[in-house]
């Protein structure tokens, strides 16, 4: 559709109309024939976009499928009722941990399709998918969008993919019409006859709205302020759309789906028909499941599995599903290139490492033992570490092809660690962008830029150190941008990165090792603080990353042997890191937990620890 018709479009009566669906009538044959000829086109550009073509446009591109394009495992699902967390919400201005109550949990987890199961009133259905970075949200909703155009949704007519990092870009208002045919998909023809049969239709309309965390703007709701929503007949911003869709103002009827961190929950959107869900990631079987897929062509797969399931420390890293794409990866590589013993990382940080030298060991044709001669790739590697920074620093995930030198594009996407896709900018045009394959990529590589970039001093360091809550915070309270940064960091700070470090920085190894103790000072002191038990357990993580029975035992003793653990989720990983910092130290420790949901087999972790004179 060229520019002059896009701008008629826009201006075109029954757009101006859309809220109260006061559009011209239109034969409804003719009607269903246009929507109908719209529908194929939807379901041909989400097989394109998410679908097996997808798989083998990219496999073609380079020329192989990428280490991060994997079969979809299902995720570990449970549900809570966003209704009964409303309710607290006055509570939790006092008292945040007045949000976590164990029970709000079902005892069986969800399937994907079971977001959808519930018996359609005639409003609109608004469904939150919560999940840390990492756990597959994204890959989920991608997996619900395939589905769909391969007819297992089949009470949907249309689906419409929306993502916050694309739409972070669009600075102008816009019309509902514009949102779905110049920043989703145009209708080839008749887009009258299309957008007025999406009207009368909307009950039949999936709407997903992918990272809400990542949106830059804050959600206009009419609770909030302001007066309230009107009905929208003119160009509104993405905020007041968006608030609009989620409550029924707009496409009322329509389902919508919106994916974000736990910590960004826009309570005011919860009714008693509000569903929400939280993707819990992995557990023993989908571990299981993951690597017999990942190494389904490898005559060491029986090898690779029994590394992984006998090996507590890794399972419990593998319940992330995109840590647990990482450790495969090195896995494969280890193993391909020394079929007996393989010595495996012990850290999330020493994967992420490991998993670079195996990218670096490919590129100059090495085995897994080779020394990598990092002084070959220092400016794809620097120019990688700025990116993620950059986009840190900006909250963005998403990079221009301008913002990307070519060197660092081309090592980047050949490995997976970049994706390119198309982006609609502000004014409709496509062109092209990056992102990260994970968002811990990101944060991976901003970390390196942090201890060796000579342009960051140490009070820069000091500000971005700091330890995360589990717990969601009370509306209006700042949320960090960063999920991981802190655990990178604290890995880093281990005396077996030295080496790289500097070379990387190009800087002597007494540059790095004042840098390095930067953040085990830090660490040290940040347990002399009255720490509440989520971030005592941020801290352990921290403490274990680092690899120092020194820096365990001192954060031990500062914590005076005492982990009170109190209404939120602990991962295995917790588990693992809690007993890492008991074991440092022959003193008796007290462990109490009260409504904190976890894989119980993880429990056992706690039995190798001798020193534990209470748990309750």
Same mark, same amino acid.
């Given at each position: ?336 290139? +020394? ?271 001798? +020193? ?5």
């Amino acid at each position: 559709m060229n520019a002059v018709h896009t701008r008629a479009l826009a201006r075109a009566p029954w757009d101006q109309g859309w809220a109260h669906g006061l559009v011209p009538s239109l034969p409804p044959l003719f009607l269903a024939d246009s929507a109908e000829r719209y529908r194929q086109l939807v379901i041909a550009s989400v097989r394109q976009r998410f679908g097996v073509d997808r798989l083998v446009d990219a496999a073609e591109v380079r020329g192989g499928p990428s280490a991060f394009s994997q079969a979809f495992v299902n995720l570990v699902i449970y549900q809570s009722k966003a209704f009964k967390i409303k309710g607290k919400m006055d509570k939790a201005k006092e008292d945040p941990r007045a949000l976590h109550d164990p029970e709000e949990h079902g005892s069986t987890t969800m399937r994907s399709s079971d977001l959808f199961e519930s018996v359609h009133t005639g409003t609109t259905r608004l469904i939150f998918l919560l999940g840390k970075p990492g756990m597959g949200k994204t890959r989920l909703v991608h997996k619900i969008c395939q589905e769909w155009a391969e007819g297992v949704l089949p009470q949907f007519q249309f689906v419409f993919f929306f993502e916050f990092r694309q739409l972070n870009l669009i600075k102008r208002k816009l019309t509902l019409c514009e949102l779905l045919f110049d920043f989703f998909l145009q209708p080839d023809n008749h887009p009258d006859a299309v957008f007025e049969h999406l009207l009368e239709n909307a009950q039949n309309m999936l709407l997903i709205f992918d990272g809400l965390d990542e949106f830059v703007e804050n959600i206009q709701h009419p609770t909030l302020g302001r007066a309230p929503i009107p009905d929208l007949p003119e160009p509104a911003s993405i905020s007041e759309l968006f608030a609009g869709l989620c409550q029924g103002k707009v496409l009322p009827g329509c389902t919508v789906l919106v994916t974000t961190r736990p910590k960004i929950l826009p309570e005011a959107f919860f009714k008693p028909d509000t569903l929400q869900a939280e993707i819990w990631g992995f557990d023993r079987e989908k571990v299981k499941e993951y690597a017999s897929n990942f190494f389904h062509q490898h005559s060491q797969k029986e090898q690779a599995l029994a590394c992984l399931t006998s090996n507590a420390r890794l399972l419990s890293m593998c319940h992330v599903p995109a840590l647990c794409n990482i450790i495969c990866i090195c896995l494969e590589y280890l193993l391909l290139q +020394n079929a007996g013993s393989v010595q495996l990382p012990q850290t999330v940080t020493q994967f992420y490492l490991k998993m670079l030298h195996t990218f670096l060991c490919k590129h100059q044709g090495l085995g897994a033992s080779g020394e990598v001669d990092v002084s070959q790739h220092h400016a794809t590697l620097a120019g990688l570490c700025e990116l993620g920074f950059k986009g840190l620093e900006e909250k963005k995930m998403l990079f221009y092809a301008a913002e990307v030198p070519g060197h660092v594009k081309d090592f980047a996407c050949r490995n997976g660690l970049l994706l390119a896709f198309e982006v609609k900018t502000s004014n409709g045009q496509a062109r092209t962008g990056y992102t990260f394959a994970h968002f811990s990529l990101q944060e991976f590589f901003a970390a390196l830029f942090l201890l060796t970039s000579p342009t960051v001093d140490n009070r820069s360091l000091k500000q971005r150190f700091f330890l995360r809550s589990k717990w969601t915070l009370k509306k209006g309270a700042k949320t960090p941008f960063t999920e991981n940064c802190h655990i990178f960091l604290s890995g880093l700070a281990s005396q077996g990165c030295l080496r790289f470090l500097s070379a990387l920085a190009r800087q002597g190894e007494a540059w790095i090792q004042a840098r390095q103790a930067l953040f085990v000072q830090m660490l040290k002191r940040l347990a002399r603080a009255q720490l509440t038990g989520p971030k005592i357990a941020e801290l352990c993580h921290c403490v274990y990353e680092t690899q120092s029975l020194d820096v365990a035992q001192h954060v031990a003793k500062q914590l005076n042997f005492k982990y009170h653990f109190r209404n939120f989720r602990l991962m295995p990983l917790d588990m693992m890191t809690l007993a890492f910092v008991i074991n440092s130290n022959p003193d008796l420790v007290s462990l109490h937990f009260a409504g904190c949901p976890m894989e119980l087999d993880y429990l056992e972790v706690l039995g190798s620890c001798e +020193n534990i004179k209470s748990l309750r």
